[in-house]
């Protein structure tokens, strides 16, 4: 008995110390976000100051503006994607058909084969019907590597719900129409909202298709944001990044709640 | 008829975006890789671009500098992932561990990851300061610089830091749903803890490591980011060296971009074959 309690407390000293390490350089990049001046080799600040978040905050930085601008591509990109993912998802989660593993790796593949790849194949034929440079071209691309998550977890919803509820709609005398918004979407709607969070996150945090397809006239807040990264400017970068996780946990909490009064939503990966 | 069509009726939108922009994004890729660039006037087929390309040092050394950073990155984390999974199942904190490690991966992107390793692990970061009030560093520059690096110790940790919650998850899951029954028959046997884990639980979940192996391999393979922001100068990964031989004023070095851009995909569509392949061995476990 002895013995396991020993076992339980090493394992308990291993979680919490891979949770520190997971969690330390959060804390760090919190506090640089509300540092003034921190020279080495201190290891705390040596003035606190909110120079940084005032800049982000102040009306000439545009990032306010910007901010929103991301939240509203970002929800674009959601709707169309789950608009086109509830279909796919039916045939996938409920029919058999030829050729359905061939569907579902190709509708994977935007999560393996490279977006560099993709982006820069695909720059040329955009720049030639006018779609680079402009919102509906970056929409576009977005929605690329949103679809495997899409119509994955809304397959599985899917194949939990069955078609036995529209079958019986349908042969109580409803159209398609009524059959689909009266009984399909409400029952998949716990499904659309994890879906729809996911496809905002994956979108919200593009860079590189934006960078490429928006050819800097498009400018998310992720585009904002990689500069400061990239030039080790750490107290805008860690602001930056902080409002950034902060916007994503906000709405993840909030649609989380929201479908926890349904049911218990099963956790989708993602990587 | 009109049921044997329907499911490829639903299946036209996403498809319809799948093939036009990413299907032909590849084979646009192919293409240009293959020397046909009409724009600048490239108009014969020729394999010349590939045999430069893959016979070059710097693009032999970036491809095998990004399948070190990938395969690396992706041990480390499985390894560690599995260990964090393993140990919040056999917490009393279940639920409070689980929501951090859940959330973790999602809400911070991989660029942000590289923000969090740069302020840790550079020569002016925390922990080269902690060191040096320890004692155990006297100046700035007695810390190795782990960022910019040309093995890629910034950038592995990055992915480290990105996949562990991913896999962690991954594994969690499977654990829970394993049936106790196994581990206690086991147990009953005379197995000790260790045997449990190590003959039962993790034949159990290797298939399903292996598939998530895979993705974050593949991820990190073909990632831009955390190499830009964190890599060396040389040997560049292949994703950095793709978008600068892109960025080349002179349009006629195109082709030699899109080879680097085929050998990714090459490379990714094999991944996409093994997990594949992968997935016949999960069902084969369920059955």
Not at chain 2, 16 to 24: Q, R
Request: aromatic letters at 14%; glycine letters at 6%; one cysteine or more.
């Amino acid at each position: 008995m002895k013995k396991m309690k020993k076992r339980s407390l090493f394992f308990t000293v291993i979680m919490y110390s891979i949770i520190f390490l997971l969690l330390f350089p959060l804390v760090i990049l919190f506090v640089w976000s509300f540092t003034k001046n921190w020279p080495w080799p201190n290891i705390v600040p040596k003035a606190f100051g909110l120079r940084a978040i005032k800049y982000v905050f102040s009306p000439t930085s545009k990032s306010l503006k910007t901010l929103l601008f991301s939240v509203w591509l970002s929800s674009v990109v959601t709707i169309i994607t789950l608009f086109i993912s509830i279909p796919a998802a039916k045939a996938l989660g409920l029919y058999k058909f030829k050729g359905k593993r061939l569907f579902k790796l190709l509708i994977l593949a935007p999560i393996i084969v490279p977006p560099v790849a993709v982006s820069m194949g695909i720059h040329v034929t955009f720049i030639r019907l006018g779609l680079a440079n402009t919102f509906l071209g970056v929409v576009l691309m977005h929605i690329i590597p949103c679809i495997p998550y899409g119509v994955r977890i809304l397959t599985n919803v899917f194949e939990i719900i069955g078609e036995s509820m529209e079958m019986q709609a349908r042969v109580l005398g409803a159209n398609p129409y009524k059959t689909f918004f009266y009984i399909t979407l409400p029952m998949i709607s716990p499904g659309l909202v994890s879906a729809g969070s996911l496809i905002f996150i994956v979108s919200f945090s593009q860079y590189f298709t934006t960078f490429l397809i928006g050819g800097g006239k498009i400018v998310t807040f992720f585009m904002l944001m990689f500069p400061y990264i990239q030039s080790g400017d750490r107290m805008m970068a860690s602001v930056y990044s902080l409002i950034f996780i902060l916007t994503s946990l906000v709405l993840f909490v909030v649609i989380e709640k929201t479908v926890k009064a349904y049911y218990k939503a099963e956790n989708y990966f993602y990587i | 008829m009109k049921r044997n069509l329907k499911p490829y009726v639903l299946l036209l939108p996403v498809m319809l975006v799948i093939l036009g922009i990413f299907v032909s994004g590849l084979v646009m890729a192919l293409i240009q890789s293959l020397g046909y660039f009409p724009v600048v006037g490239l108009k014969d087929i020729t394999l010349k671009y590939y045999k430069e390309v893959l016979t070059d040092k710097s693009f032999l050394s970036s491809l095998s500098f990004s399948l070190y950073i990938s395969f690396t990155s992706s041990i480390i984390a499985i390894i560690v992932g599995i260990l964090l999974a393993y140990s919040i199942l056999r917490s009393n904190k279940k639920e409070r561990m689980e929501q951090i490690v859940y959330k973790l991966p999602i809400i911070v992107p991989h660029a942000v990851a590289a923000l969090l390793m740069y302020n840790v692990l550079s020569q002016s970061g925390i922990l080269p300061r902690i060191l040096y009030n320890m004692g155990i560093i006297s100046s700035q520059s007695e810390f190795p610089s782990l960022i910019f690096d040309n093995r890629g110790i910034g950038i592995i940790l990055a992915y480290v830091w990105k996949e562990i919650p991913f896999i962690a998850m991954v594994v969690y899951t499977i654990l829970s749903n394993i049936n106790d029954k196994l581990s206690e028959v086991a147990l009953n046997l005379g197995a000790n803890k260790r045997q449990v884990f190590f003959h039962i639980l993790l034949p159990l979940i290797m298939p399903s490591v292996f598939s998530a192996f895979i993705i974050i391999f593949a991820f990190s393979f073909g990632a831009f980011e955390v190499p830009y922001l964190l890599g060396p100068t040389a040997p560049k990964a292949l994703p950095v060296k793709a978008y600068i031989e892109y960025n080349n004023p002179d349009l006629t070095h195109r082709p030699y971009s899109m080879v680097i851009n085929m050998s990714l995909t090459f490379i990714s569509i094999i991944l996409v074959w093994l997990y594949h392949k992968s997935f016949k061995l999960i069902s084969k476990y369920d059955g």
